[in-house]
């Protein structure tokens, strides 16, 4: 099956990505190697490749003028979406590089463990995420409760239903086939995200006709779809200059949108897990090594 081709594709790339995680090494070296990885596999990128630190619980993205290095105190969230001919496998984990932090990171990793069990036709959504949150709170954390897991479809990596990281009483219930990421995230905070810095991260969302930008905008299209990418993918085929123009005026005329990073909004420390699943009797887990 394709869908698990992706995954296990997804799932060598995250455990090569994170023996690159050191103190000392640049993100953006880290970043770049990822990517390299991902296409010698024969693969896309379903989003950039995101590293994120302590407080910041995702949508970091190290471009190449980002000089950051990894630090001995980090907490560290690897974040790698892939797609083979359309089929998305979305896969996390937390690299502790402080040694200190090993009761958030596994909160967040037994919450999937558990979650996963779940995924099975006729869970109620809000099942999945009162146990997520139960097994994060018996390790003494809080569930980030506006950040999701999320429906996947070909091409499409957020395609409908979500998957709370808390009991939202929403009593839809899975059907067979349906293919989810599944992403709980343990915080030391109060388990609430706000927008930070922007990201350098797109998607489309509303493909129109335009003069300024056309270039720009059909490569997108025929390129990315609706899957999110990074401005460093437009420099590279278009030049700064041109890239930076076509992007502001498709972001004014709500053509494309940006990201903003999403930082945990009391400063606190976080740690994600996450796995792509397909619903079965007897649950795929197509990430998983």
């Known amino acids: 099956m394709t869908h698990e ?4 594709t997804a799932a060598e790339i995250l455990d090569y990505g994170k023996k690159l995680i050191k103190p000392g090494v640049k993100l953006k070296e880290v970043t770049n190697k990822i990517e390299e990885k991902i296409y010698s596999m024969k693969a896309t990128p379903a989003f950039p490749p995101q590293l994120s630190l302590n407080s910041i619980a995702a949508h970091y993205y ?28 979305d896969t996390a984990a937390t690299v502790d590089l402080s040694q200190n932090n090993e009761e958030i990171v596994k909160a967040s990793k037994e919450a999937l463990d558990a979650a996963l069990k779940l995924f099975i036709p006729g869970t109620k959504l809000r099942v999945i995420g009162k146990e997520i949150e139960a097994v994060i709170k018996s390790h003494g954390f809080n569930p980030i409760k506006n950040l999701s897991g999320h429906e996947i479809k070909a091409y499409d990596l957020h395609a409908g239903l979500t998957v709370p990281n808390f009991d ?15 992403e709980p995230f343990a915080t030391t905070g109060d388990g609430y995200v706000k927008d930070g810095k922007l990201s350098g991260i797109y998607f489309l969302v509303n493909p129109k006709n ?5 270039e720009v905008l059909n490569f997108i299209a025929d390129n990315f779809q609706t899957l999110p990418f990074h401005k460093k993918y437009l420099v590279k085929k278009f030049g700064e200059f041109k890239t930076n123009f076509a992007l502001r005026i498709l972001e004014r005329d709500e053509i494309i949108h ?27 887990i197509t990430t998983k090594i």
Do not use: W
Not at 258 to 284: C, F, M, W
């Open 5 to 8: 081709n992706a995954g296990k």
């Open 62 to 89: 190290s471009d190449n003028k980002d000089e950051t290095e990894f630090k001995e105190a980090d907490l560290v969230k690897l974040d790698i979406g892939i797609h083979i001919r359309g089929n998305i496998a």
């Open 168 to 182: 939202n009483k929403d009593e839809t219930k899975l059907e067979d086939g349906q293919v989810f990421a599944v």
């Open 210 to 214: 335009v003069r300024s930008g056309r």
């Open 258 to 284: 940006q990201y903003n990073q999403l930082v945990e909004r009391s400063n606190g420390l976080v740690s994600q897990a996450e796995h792509t699943v397909i619903v079965k009797d007897k649950p795929i």
